[in-house]
């Protein structure tokens, strides 16, 4: 069964940082593009950052979190993380992650924009909350 599980989310306060982590189980991560979206109440779902599967692991960043949050790979472990520091109430939501088997293809993200292209992930986690409050 293929599946995605988010976990690392909870309660921070303003200024604190949090590690998010995404597991695959039933297929390999490292052969598909992960990204990582979320979604505040009343809000549209946004994209905040993105990785290749190519070996160059080409990174995507939402304006509101560069310089802020850093997504890596760890591809022993099956897992994508996404850290997360200098957090902010406006950096509350539900945080998802979400795989694209097309991201082994080299010219992935070039024509399109990882952040935005939400129909591009064909797998999706169940989501992890994170709340910045103090």
């Known amino acids: 069964q293929v599946q995605l599980v988010e976990s690392g989310g909870g309660l921070v306060q303003p200024g604190g940082s949090l590690r998010l982590s995404c597991t695959a189980s039933?297929?390999?991560?490292?052969?598909?593009?992960i990204g990582w979206f979320r979604q505040a109440p009343g809000e549209e779902r946004e994209g905040v950052s993105a990785?290749?599967?190519?070996?160059?692991?080409?990174?995507y960043y939402a304006d509101s979190v560069k310089g802020r949050f850093t997504i890596s790979r760890d591809n022993a472990k099956n897992t994508v993380y996404l850290q997360m520091s200098s957090l902010t109430p406006e950096d509350t939501a539900v945080y998802y992650c979400?795989?694209?088997?097309?991201?082994?293809?080299?010219?992935?993200?070039?024509?399109?924009?990882?952040?935005?292209?939400?129909?591009?992930?064909?797998?999706w986690g169940q989501g992890t909350q994170v709340t910045v409050s103090s």
């Open positions: 990785i290749s599967s190519r070996s160059d692991g080409r990174t």
């Open positions: 979400a795989a694209d088997p097309q991201g082994v293809y080299p010219t992935w993200g070039e024509t399109f924009s990882p952040l935005e292209a939400v129909n591009e992930y064909e797998y």
């Open positions: 039933g297929f390999t991560l490292d052969y598909y593009a």
